[in-house]
């Protein structure tokens, strides 16, 4: 399988990549979109071919003892084969973004201004274990007009080796340039680093995965980055809560997938409301399996409670574990969440207008839940179709990047002569 | 005047301005204007310190033996300081971003999501000898909503600590925090590599001055950057240029103003026009005092027209200084600006609609401009009221950057109990 462990030399596939992506950001919608049910197809008809891949990375994970969880991350099967195809299909729906007019404007000496959606050119992705990522991001890179550069995890070689030949066979078949999906080589951290370094050739690097990942590529890169993921998410159950939702948005936000960014980790409670509400929710959580971290108010809640120390406030536990406190206001709350929060979403729930008004001003966050679960910070949910990753950075993009945060703008401006 | 050279302690400044940042985030405009104003008549009221200090830097800096073009950039006079205090009122006059809710959508399972625009936080300016970028620049983050940590050149430290001294005065007798204006030490270039480096503590960090400071920013920094200012900007006179309005084009882009980043720097002319349009351009320019370096078309046009060189197609002159050649047709233009280009503004000259289509949508720019002078491509221009700098990068922001490009968003989302 010689060609398809991927490319080594990062600078041509970035070369390659650049050709495709100046005829990418040409091509009308239509063309995409066959390209991208073509993908979808290609996946559906090769499935024993990357099934087998599949196997072959899930026993050489067990084999080298990888965790349980992570091989399950890595493991694919019909169901979400067909997945990713379905995937592809639905992107392939959603409305492209390319030629959008953000801004148009008839300047006061008549000149006609239109500031439109392009796409970026050559997009990197850096990823860990999960092989749905490599049609997801492909298809997303294609349907924005981009060429994109994969640097999967080496665990997932075999699968992602399979996946990217399908693409980019369906995508010739298409007539349509295969090097818009180029897979580089994992077996060594060379082609991350090169990737980090095309400044020039590569316009965007998004990291998708742990924590250290992504503190590796910002400190590296000397192309532009967009931060993803990490969310150290609280939830501030205001002295003005319905406690009966307080509780319910506390198990959701900590418990309806514990290991997304988008969980909860940390609970703060208002000293009005602890008496009532902190032996409640102590109990209800113990009851879902959930350790908690608590000051000295939860501990006398439940001998179940273990101490807390600003370690575990400061830690995203992607798992069902959380730290706890009681605040004496809102502004204990807002100064605690300045400490220890990462900007991803933070939550509060009240009754109060002027509480939330408060919260929503002070708190410097992607996305602010009042009365809602932290978990509703989601491309999907957010209503953009799709998401690339979530942006925890300022810069071009904050919260769920969708089709539109793969573009940038290039603006036309039109004359019959005009000089300055 | 020890208390007036800049702090040397970046982290530190940077902290006391992430303190003032969080205040002015939730400051209502009338208080910023209000603040605007207070700096405008400040800087008015010192005109004698603040000339004073200008001129112990001019003159430091002609004893230095510094170019005479550098000198007059360094130089404030009665015009040039009413001009900084009427550009802080006009932005005062600007409406303000923060609040502006650019997206909001009512979710299919009635969650209320409103995308808001919020301060950045702080910003960092590297920046060269011009000292009315210091009041600018204040100014601009200021009615964003973010603190501001100047570093100016040394060879403008007088004048900078002059009128920052002014700027935080006037902040102070407003009632608004003194850190969100600051001046970081000059004397060393530790406190620009501190600044760069001080991820967490800047949001963002904007070079403004030549091509190896910004090249210096973009490698150094793990502060998000947007990169400013280097424009090779080219004017393409198709076949069916009138080549009346070519040559207006031609001679507006390239002498109005010949040392800024909008000016033309490259002559590309189709071969079918070539003949009529080759003599007359290179006269005129001539006759307006630019140097044409040319190919063999335009070297056979006058004995004063140089050789040409690649090296020419790719330097950003910023003098009355041109490269010039005939190209074969479109395509061969647009090859052109894709080897030699830096993205910023790119013109054509033609009666052609599909050939301004072509055009258009061919060249990776941030600006481009039919039958418009590259000139055009400024933030006052374009209806921005006023800009920061002229982004080349495609990430955040692309072309002129106005107070809305000085913002990030959050993502309010509303729900009654809403739980996933």
């Known amino acids: ?57 899930v026993s050489a994970a067990e084999a080298d003892g990888t965790a349980a969880q992570l091989v399950d991350r890595l493991r694919l099967d019909h169901d979400r084969l067909s997945a990713m195809a379905a995937g592809l299909r639905k992107v ?3 409305p492209d973004p390319v030629g959008e007019v953000v801004r148009g404007v008839t300047l006061p000496n008549g000149l006609e201004l239109r500031q439109r959606r392009v796409p970026l050119g050559v997009i990197g992705i850096i990823y860990e274990a999960r092989p749905n990522v490599t049609a997801d991001a492909a298809g997303l890179c294609l349907k924005a007009g981009n060429a994109v550069l994969l640097r999967g995890s080496g665990s997932a070689a075999r699968t992602n080796a399979a996946i990217v030949a399908v693409l980019r066979d369906a995508l ?24 980090m370094r095309a400044r020039g050739l590569v316009d965007l690097v998004v990291p998708r995965g742990g924590a250290g990942l992504i503190r590796t590529v910002v400190e590296q890169s000397t192309v532009p980055v967009v931060e993803t993921g990490v969310g150290n998410c609280h939830v501030y159950v205001d002295a003005d809560a319905d406690l009966d939702m307080a509780r319910a948005i506390v198990l959701n936000a900590k418990t309806h997938r514990p290991s997304v960014c988008n969980a909860a980790e940390s609970l703060l409670v208002h000293e009005a409301v602890a008496d009532k509400f902190v032996p409640d929710v102590v109990a209800l959580l113990r009851d879902h399996g959930v350790t908690v971290h608590g000051d000295e108010v939860f501990q ?54 002027v509480a939330a008004r408060r919260f929503t001003e002070g708190v410097d966050a992607a996305a602010v839940m009042v009365n809602a679960s932290t978990r509703f910070t989601d491309g999907e949910e957010f209503g953009l179709g799709a998401e690339i990753g979530i ?30």
């Open 391 to 420: 942006s925890t950075q300022k810069l071009h993009a904050r919260g769920p990047m969708g089709l539109a945060e793969l573009t940038t703008t290039t603006t036309v401006v039109t004359g019959d002569g005009h000089l300055r």
């Open 300 to 353: 006398a809640a439940s001998a179940d409670v273990l101490p807390v120390s600003d370690d575990d406030h400061a830690t995203e536990f992607c798992a069902l574990e959380m730290s706890a406190r009681v605040v004496i206001d809102l502004d204990d709350a807002l100064d605690h969440v300045a400490r220890f929060g990462t900007g991803h979403t933070e939550a509060i729930v009240t009754g109060s207008l």
């Open 1 to 57: 399988m010689s060609d398809t462990v991927g490319r080594t030399d990062v600078a041509a596939a970035a070369r390659a990549a650049r050709v495709a992506a100046r005829l990418l950001a040409r091509l009308p919608r239509a063309d995409k979109d066959r390209g991208l049910h073509a993908m979808a197809q290609g996946l559906l008809d090769a499935e024993t071919e990357v099934l087998a891949a599949n196997a072959d990375d």
């Open 92 to 94: 392939a729906d959603l």
């Open 172 to 195: 010739s078949a298409a007539d349509l340039p295969a090097d818009a999906v180029t897979l580089l080589d994992a077996s060594s951290r060379a082609t991350a680093t090169e990737l």
